[in-house]
């Protein structure tokens, strides 16, 4: 929307999906040139020459296809929400109940703050048990050279 409102001519590569699409009808109200998924640099600079030689003709359009889109687009907006609202095809936001965690978060928030608490006593206690088999596996005496 920003382009129409700007008078933007288009020019057009759609690589797929929703763009051949909305490309398709950029083309049919004469917003500007398309040039498929795939152009070449002459295909490019021929599109660039074209829309600079009607560039007055292709922003008019573009004028005018916002113009036509802005006016009365609230009162289109208020029919739209309206009837999805009747549908019961919408969903509200509560804040006060959106603020409270779910079983599963308070779940996965206990056991991280449980093994953030537990980690260094975990570690102590690794580094005590390695501390004490080096010292029950190092020899009490130093053993003699054996001489031959």
Same mark, same amino acid.
């Given at each position: 929307?920003?382009?129409?409102?700007?008078?933007?001519?288009?020019?057009?590569?759609?690589? #797929?999906?929703?763009?051949? +699409?909305?490309? !398709?009808?950029?083309?049919?109200? %004469? *917003?500007?040139?398309?040039?498929?998924?795939?152009?070449?640099?002459?295909?490019?600079?021929?599109?660039v020459n074209k829309v600079h030689e009607r560039?007055?003709?292709?922003?008019?359009?573009?004028?005018?296809?916002?113009?036509?889109?802005?006016?009365?687009?609230?009162?289109?907006?208020?029919?739209?929400?309206?009837?999805?609202?009747?549908? #019961?095809?919408?969903?509200? +936001?509560?804040? !006060?109940?959106?603020?409270?965690? %779910? *079983?599963?978060?308070?779940?996965?928030?206990?056991?991280?703050?449980?093994?953030?608490?537990?980690?260094?006593?975990?570690?102590?206690?690794?580094?005590?048990?390695?501390?004490?088999?080096?010292?029950?596996?190092?020899?009490?005496?130093?053993?003699?050279?054996?001489?031959?």
């Open positions: 929307m920003e382009g129409l409102a700007g008078g933007v001519a288009f020019i057009g590569s759609p690589q #797929g999906r929703d763009q051949l +699409y909305l490309a !398709e009808l950029a083309m049919r109200a %004469n *917003l500007g040139v398309n040039i498929g998924p795939n152009p070449s640099e002459q295909q490019i600079m021929e599109a560039l007055d003709y292709y922003s008019a359009n573009s004028k005018r296809i916002y113009e036509k889109q802005r006016i009365g687009a609230e009162k289109k907006l208020e029919k739209l929400v309206d009837s999805l609202i009747r549908e #019961g095809k919408t969903v509200t +936001y509560e804040e !006060e109940r959106q603020k409270m965690w %779910n *079983l599963t978060q308070c779940y996965l928030f206990s056991l991280l703050y449980v093994a953030v608490l537990l980690s260094p006593l975990f570690l102590a206690l690794y580094l005590v048990t390695k501390t004490i088999k080096l010292i029950l596996k190092a020899p009490s005496q130093p053993q003699k050279p054996k001489t031959s």
